[in-house]
């Protein structure tokens, strides 16, 4: 029967690690969710434009991208690869790739890398990834608020990426923050050692610079692409998102320098305080020396030893102890050293 065949049986499965999708209507100005059952014969295929949200956590999603029609095997590889680093691809009226981002835990935000793999073309925009991400989230809770806003899937991507950017500035703020107490230990007047406070501040901001950088490189690259080979709006939207990435781009570089610079202080401080240390004891030994080149002379067991005989031997030789150690001043602050 023609409702046991594999191709059927496919469509009417539930699609394999769906988190949500979103279907917006033109002209309404709301968007409906799918329900999380959704099967592919649930998908809308009228006007408008779908958004489908998937976890890579289910192996069957690469065999469900697979059969998903308009998707070439370059755009179903970029959806489902474990690779760690931003790409992004112009092919046919599509975009896709991989975008950073931060990843989100049950209740709370976090400052961990996370990867978002997507793909936009005229009808839909589809995204992946493995880990609970920070934009993705607040972009559903931008639709929930207002969906009106989003005219196509273009739309979509360049909130996507502006919600990024809105995350580097709130984590550029809390590491200025953080910097300023580090920085206000450093310049007391008995500093401390804060590299170990200093040291996730600079790896954390260290990253995201780089994967910033690649990402900027990226999208100017894509915004000199041929225009046949650019979904409708993405030139406007590449513009507008690289000028966004540029401006906090300058504001991560500037904290990479600061914390540079504070532990490079750091480092100065401590060199300086160890220097003082080794000063003070080779001012000790410096005196020490000639009393126990005194010692070591009277404690020898041979014949003839002066001031072996008599009672006043120990005397005399603790009055040599105490001209040489004032010899030894004498030298010093001769000589400039003390």
């Known amino acids: 029967m023609l409702s046991d065949s594999p191709t059927m049986s496919a469509f009417n499965s539930t699609i394999p690690g769906l988190v949500w999708a979103y279907h917006f209507k033109p002209g309404h100005g709301a968007c409906t969710a799918l329900p999380i059952e959704a099967t592919r014969n649930d998908l809308p295929e009228d006007e408008g434009f779908l958004w489908l949200h998937l976890s890579l956590a289910d192996m069957r ?3 469900f991208l697979e059969n998903y029609p308009g998707l070439n095997s370059q755009a179903v590889a970029a959806l489902t690869t474990h690779d760690t680093h931003a790409a992004i691809t112009l092919d046919d009226q ?3 790739g991989t975008l950073v981002d931060f990843q989100r835990d049950f209740d709370h935000d976090t400052k961990d890398i996370g990867w978002l793999h997507f793909l936009v073309s005229e009808r839909v ?9 920070r934009s993705v989230d607040r972009v559903r809770s931008a639709i929930e608020k207002n969906a009106a806003r989003y005219k196509q899937p273009i739309d979509l991507f360049e909130t996507l990426v502006a919600e990024f950017q809105r995350g580097l500035i709130g984590l550029v703020m809390e590491f200025t923050e953080e910097l300023n107490l580090i920085e206000d230990y450093v310049y007391e007047n008995a500093p401390r050692d804060e590299r170990r406070r200093l040291a996730p501040v600079r790896r954390t901001v260290v990253r995201l610079h780089r994967h910033l950088r690649t990402i900027l490189t990226l999208m100017r690259r894509a915004a000199a692409a041929d225009d046949e080979d650019m979904p409708m709006g993405f030139d406007d939207v590449a513009s507008r998102l690289i000028g966004r990435l540029e401006a906090v781009d300058h504001d991560v570089y ?3 320098e ?3 610079l504070l532990h490079e202080e750091i480092d100065s401080k401590l060199s ?3 220097n003082r240390h080794l000063y003070i004891l080779s001012i000790m030994t410096a005196f020490l020396l000639p009393p126990s080149l005194v010692t070591g002379f009277f404690g020898m067991n041979t014949s003839s030893l002066p001031f072996s005989q008599g009672v006043h031997g120990t005397m005399f030789a603790l009055g040599f102890m105490v001209l040489s150690v ?4 004498w030298l010093l602050r001769r000589t400039g050293i003390f």
Do not use: D, M, N
Request: charged share 15%; glycine share 4%.
């Open 272 to 274: 300086s305080e160890t």
């Open 125 to 133: 925009i589809i995204t992946t990834r493995l880990q609970p991400l």
């Open 326 to 329: 004032a010899i030894a001043w």
């Open 94 to 96: 599509h975009v896709y």
């Open 61 to 63: 999603v690469a065999g």
């Open 258 to 260: 600061r914390a540079r």
């Open 254 to 256: 500037a904290l990479q």
